[in-house]
């Protein structure tokens, strides 16, 4: 099996999500021992962002970059992504990203009958932080949107876990991450 682990977290060792993402990878390896992990720091070797060049393919650099970023997501049978909330959205790094697995005739495809997703038959793995509580409310726009999006391109495996109110207080910080880890490990021992 094939795991592709994606951090967008600007924070580094400070991040909450990156911890997250961390700690769902080490429970794959433990139930895998074959697994292969291919990880890509948004952060560190981000993707360009979209523009006219991009959908002209004018750039050989971003062209290799680009189809070098669609093969880890197609190969992959598990797709972990880190999703930390900045003004109520996701990095625009991490949008960057999707950007270059959203693409019609790869991923999806429009039909007579509406889109169809090319994607599926995946696992994907979010985890968000936040800095206030959001779940479930009017600001939450990252799961519908990420939920949305997945669905697109066709993966209904989707799982969110969460880590929420990190900015309110050390020990919220501290709560909401141990209420998050524990939910890893209790999903990860539930699927074994």
Known sequence: ???????????????????L???????ARKRDRDLVVEYRDLEAEPICHLSGGSFTGADAGERADAERTMQQFLEADVIVVGAPMYNFTIP???????????????????????????????????????????AGGPSDFIEPYLRTL???????????????????????????????????????????
């Not at 999707?98 to 985890?127: H, N, Q, W």
């Open 1 to 19: 099996m094939k795991l592709l682990h994606i951090d967008s977290s600007a924070l580094g060792a400070n991040s909450v999500t990156r911890q």
């Open 21 to 27: 993402t961390a700690a769902v990878v080490a429970e």
């Open 92 to 134: 625009s790094k991490l949008k960057a990203w999707i950007d270059r697995i959203a693409v019609a005739g790869k991923t999806f495809r429009y039909t007579e009958s509406g889109p169809v997703g090319l994607a599926g038959d995946k696992r994907v793995v979010v985890a968000i932080g936040s800095g206030g509580l959001h």
């Open 150 to 192: 997945f669905g697109f391109l066709g993966i209904t495996q989707i799982e969110f876990v969460r880590a929420e109110g990190v900015a309110m207080s050390p020990r919220h910080r501290s709560e909401a991450i141990d209420r998050a880890l524990a939910e890893v490990s209790e999903r990860c021992a539930a699927a074994a």
